[in-house]
């Protein structure tokens, strides 16, 4: 008597696809990780991992510097290398500002989604090597100036 009722959930089981793209743009979802090792390749979470927050802030705040930092540098007599950037730094700071801030936040923000995708984890962590780069160098810039 019990077999018509033995299969009667209406829902589909959430869990019988992966997380899509379109679904890591909204906020609410719990997923953080996998629960198996050789799941989490190539695969969309709900939530970033502390690493990739921490990445992309670390990637932020250093792209502000660098911005802050090429113009106290060309306040002092230097020169900008990237033609690109030398067209926008000539409609001022805020311009600048705004331009590198959203470009470089927008770009983090997309390889965020994608923290689990070899690639992206790998694109993140040489933005950040290459900003601490740039950062070095215009320190190293700033105290050659000032020791002359």
């Not at 019990?2 to 992966?18: E, W, Y």
């Not at 719990?30 to 979470?45: A, D």
């Not at 990445?55 to 020169?79: E, H, M, P, V, Y």
């Not at 950062?135 to 700033?142: F, N, Q, R, S």
């Amino acid at each position: 008597m019990n077999a018509p009722f033995l299969n009667q959930r209406v829902i589909q089981d959430r869990r019988s696809g992966p997380t899509s793209l379109i679904s890591t743009l909204k906020f609410g979802g719990r997923r953080k990780s996998f629960r198996r090792k050789e799941e989490g390749r190539n695969q969309y979470v709900d939530q970033p991992s502390l690493r990739t927050v921490v990445l992309t802030l670390i990637i932020l705040t250093l792209s502000i510097l660098d911005a802050i930092f090429t113009f106290a540098q060309l306040g002092n007599g230097g020169s900008e290398l990237n033609p690109l950037m030398e067209q926008i730094i000539q409609s001022g700071f805020q311009s600048v500002l705004i331009i590198k801030s959203l470009g470089v936040g927008l770009m983090a923000c997309f390889l965020a989604v994608h923290q689990n995708f070899k690639i992206s984890f790998y694109a993140m962590h040489f933005l950040a090597t290459i900003h601490m780069v740039l950062l070095t160098y215009h320190l190293a810039c700033i105290y050659l100036s000032q020791a002359i």
